[in-house]
């Protein structure tokens, strides 16, 4: 891995304009459906039957091993079915309520009272809260490295630097109390004496806003970043704002640093404000393909569909349909997907903007490997999966880091030849974990 002065450099246009759109509540959708694997880890396991009645921020899934989370009814009404659900290659269960349009709160909901930071992470873990910017990471399990580490620098994440996406910039503008509230349970429990808010300067509002509201705070400081793609991502927002590096295999932690959303911080703020864990969040719907676009406040577990309908509908045949931004987000193949905790935007294309380029060879040009945030080549990557020997493939990819990338796809945007390298660099890595989970258990099995 290759440092740089500034890491990332890549200028894209960013279609923010949904920018200066509040965010709207969307009417109680007929039903939601809620995935049982809606952060990293193990998939929750339900706790209610079909036929069970349920109101608003009801557990209804207990987290269920290493790093999951609860899930907790988003409307309330009737279970209809528990049933398998697969979205983006990975299968689960889920659970759809039809609703019954009250949105009764659940009676047993109560503003935690933690005394101590082990009282706090339980609760944090009763809110259900992940990481809201994508990566899905619980959020307890985040915080809990302050059980073995000082952490003296948090570092909230505002960036927002993928193109579309306006919902954390929304957040930022119309929470900050809650941004301040987050921050004081930070200082009462973790005890880290430096609080970072690292906005693009493509948010001009937000970060006045929020330096303004923490003039008088010396712990807390806005730092307007490059407008620069991916500025979000937890190597590059490290760097560039702290002159910290991350090794591979190592954790933040160790570094005395954690990351964290700034609506994830919102959302844990909010549920030590009512009580109500996490059952709704801002999502920018654009793109296209879309006849309104907006901010949307909705309900977890609603559909595509019912947000596209929220906008007015379409105004023409959807050619990609995806979760995210259009550089790192995820595509579905249908409008009755659900909306997942992790879902910051919902990105629907027209037919001739969905369209791919055809591809090319190669002609070793280097931009992939001189725009790559980490100095990574995934020129090498793509030869090695072209190898049918595995474990010269492996030898490679492990030799020129692969699992290093961040899948930014900072290389695919900037291939004058069009090559996938995007989707090799994923295949790689994919590649990689699995052999080398293998070459484990082989190791083990061998004992």
Same mark, same amino acid.
């Not at 300067?201 to 303004?212: C, G, M, Q, S």
């Given at each position: 891995m290759s440092?740089?002065k500034?890491?990332?450099?890549?200028?894209?246009?960013?279609y923010?304009?949904t920018?200066?759109?509040a965010?709207?509540?969307?009417?109680?959708?007929?039903e939601?459906?809620? =995935?049982?694997n809606?952060?990293s880890?193990?998939?929750?396991?339900?706790?209610?039957a079909?036929?069970?009645?349920?109101?608003?921020?009801?557990?209804?899934?207990?987290?269920?091993?290493?790093n999951?989370?609860?899930v907790h009814?988003?409307?309330?009404?009737?279970v209809k079915a528990?049933?398998?659900?697969?979205?983006?290659?990975?299968k689960?269960?889920a659970?759809r309520?039809?609703?019954?349009g /009250?949105m009764?709160? !659940?009676p047993?909901?109560?503003?935690?009272?933690p005394?101590?930071?082990d009282?706090?992470? *339980?609760?944090?873990?009763?809110?259900?809260?992940?990481?809201?910017g994508?990566?899905a990471f619980?959020?307890?399990?985040?915080l *809990?490295a302050?059980?073995?580490?000082?952490?003296?620098t948090?570092?909230?994440?505002g960036?927002? !630097?993928?193109?579309?996406?306006?919902?954390?910039h929304?957040?930022m503008?119309?929470?900050?109390?809650?941004i301040?509230?987050?921050?004081?349970?930070?200082?009462?429990?973790? %005890?880290s004496?430096?609080?970072?808010i %690292?906005?693009?300067?493509?948010?001009?509002?937000?970060?006045?806003?929020?330096?303004?509201?923490f003039?008088?705070?010396?712990?807390v400081?806005v730092?307007?970043?490059?407008?620069v793609?991916p500025?979000g991502?937890?190597q590059?927002?490290?760097y560039?704002a702290?002159?910290k590096?991350v090794?591979p295999?190592?954790r933040?932690a160790?570094l005395?640093v954690?990351?964290i959303?700034?609506?994830s911080?919102?959302?844990? *703020?909010?549920?030590?404000t009512t009580?109500?864990?996490l059952?709704?969040?801002?999502?920018t719907?654009? %793109?296209s393909?879309?006849?309104?676009?907006k901010n949307?406040?909705?309900?977890?577990g609603?559909?595509i569909?019912?947000?596209?309908?929220?906008?007015g509908?379409?105004k023409?045949?959807p050619?990609k349909?995806?979760y995210?931004?259009?550089?790192? %987000?995820?595509?579905?193949d249908?409008?009755?997907?659900?909306v997942?905790?992790?879902?910051?935007?919902?990105?629907i294309m027209n037919?001739?903007d969905?369209e791919?380029?055809?591809?090319s060879?190669?002609?070793?040009c280097?931009r !992939?490997?001189?725009?790559c945030?980490l100095?990574?080549?995934?020129?090498?990557?793509a030869?090695a999966?072209?190898?049918?020997?595995e474990?010269?493939? *492996?030898?490679?990819l492990q /030799?020129?880091?692969?699992?290093l990338?961040?899948?930014?796809?900072c290389?695919?945007?900037?291939? =004058?030849?069009?090559? =996938?390298?995007?989707?090799n660099?994923?295949a790689a890595r994919?590649?990689i974990?699995?052999?080398e989970?293998a070459?484990?258990?082989?190791?083990?099995?061998?004992k």
């Amino acid at each position: 891995m290759s440092l740089k002065k500034t890491i990332s450099s890549l200028k894209l246009p960013h279609y923010k304009g949904t920018a200066g759109m509040a965010a709207v509540r969307m009417a109680v959708p007929k039903e939601v459906l809620l =995935p049982m694997n809606m952060h990293s880890g193990q998939a929750a396991e339900p706790v209610v039957a079909a036929g069970d009645h349920v109101t608003v921020g009801q557990l209804i899934a207990r987290e269920e091993g290493r790093n999951s989370a609860p899930v907790h009814a988003t409307v309330s009404g009737t279970v209809k079915a528990i049933e398998p659900y697969a979205a983006g290659g990975r299968k689960t269960t889920a659970i759809r309520i039809e609703s019954d349009g /009250k949105m009764e709160k !659940c009676p047993d909901l109560s503003i935690p009272e933690p005394t101590n930071l082990d009282e706090f992470l *339980a609760c944090v873990r009763e809110s259900g809260v992940v990481g809201l910017g994508g990566a899905a990471f619980p959020v307890w399990a985040k915080l *809990a490295a302050a059980q073995k580490s000082h952490i003296s620098t948090v570092l909230i994440n505002g960036a927002e !630097c993928e193109p579309f996406i306006t919902s954390d910039h929304r957040v930022m503008l119309e929470h900050g109390d809650l941004i301040e509230k987050g921050i004081a349970l930070l200082k009462r429990f973790l %005890g880290s004496e430096e609080y970072i808010i %690292g906005i693009e300067k493509n948010k001009p509002d937000a970060i006045a806003a929020l330096t303004e509201r923490f003039r008088d705070d010396p712990a807390v400081r806005v730092m307007p970043l490059d407008s620069v793609y991916p500025q979000g991502a937890k190597q590059v927002l490290l760097y560039n704002a702290t002159g910290k590096v991350v090794g591979p295999g190592q954790r933040l932690a160790s570094l005395g640093v954690i990351i964290i959303n700034v609506t994830s911080l919102v959302k844990t *703020a909010e549920f030590f404000t009512t009580g109500m864990p996490l059952v709704e969040r801002i999502v920018t719907v654009e %793109g296209s393909a879309v006849r309104e676009p907006k901010n949307l406040i909705v309900p977890i577990g609603c559909s595509i569909r019912d947000l596209v309908e929220a906008c007015g509908g379409l105004k023409e045949e959807p050619g990609k349909i995806i979760y995210g931004g259009a550089m790192m %987000g995820k595509t579905v193949d249908t409008l009755d997907a659900s909306v997942l905790k992790a879902t910051n935007a919902v990105v629907i294309m027209n037919r001739k903007d969905a369209e791919k380029t055809k591809p090319s060879p190669c002609i070793h040009c280097g931009r !992939c490997v001189a725009v790559c945030p980490l100095g990574l080549n995934p020129t090498a990557f793509a030869r090695a999966m072209e190898l049918e020997d595995e474990a010269a493939r *492996a030898a490679i990819l492990q /030799k020129e880091q692969v699992s290093l990338c961040m899948e930014c796809g900072c290389c695919s945007y900037v291939c =004058p030849a069009h090559r =996938p390298l995007a989707e090799n660099n994923s295949a790689a890595r994919r590649f990689i974990r699995g052999w080398e989970t293998a070459q484990k258990e082989k190791k083990e099995g061998s004992k």
